[in-house]
């Protein structure tokens, strides 16, 4: 059982940036597949991104703008994220799963609560 804890989210204009971490109780996120989704209204969650021991792995929507790490020292994962856009706007969730680097929020047994990030132009 793991629990997870999302912070970081908020508003930033066109262009900014955020750094969004999910801190994890219960069990060590290294024992876990770490992913990073989002919910924008209206619309379906959709994979954003997911790390596994060789690094990032991420939706063509945001490759080259964003980065998923983990410090195991402190049982958090991150996603930051840069040249954000608005259509970046979301609830952006942290998953935990068995299955490495999936996009499939399927595959993910663990859900935290979500925090907003809004993107103005």
């Known amino acids: 059982q793991v629990q997870l804890v999302e912070s970081g989210g908020g508003l930033v204009q066109a262009g900014g940036s955020l750094r969004l971490s999910c801190a994890a109780s219960?069990?060590?996120?290294?024992?876990?597949?770490m992913g990073w989704f989002r919910q924008a209204p209206g619309k379906e969650r959709e994979f954003v991104a997911a790390i596994r021991w060789t690094g990032g792995y991420y939706a063509e929507s945001v490759k080259g703008r964003f980065t998923i790490s983990r410090d195991d020292s402190k049982n958090t994962v991150y996603l930051q994220m840069n040249s954000l856009r608005p259509e970046d706007t979301a609830v952006y969730y942290c998953a935990a799963g068995s299955v490495a680097a999936s996009g499939r929020p399927s595959d993910y047994a663990y859900w935290g609560q979500g925090t907003q990030v809004t993107v103005s132009s």
């Open positions: 219960g069990r060590i996120v290294s024992s876990y597949a």
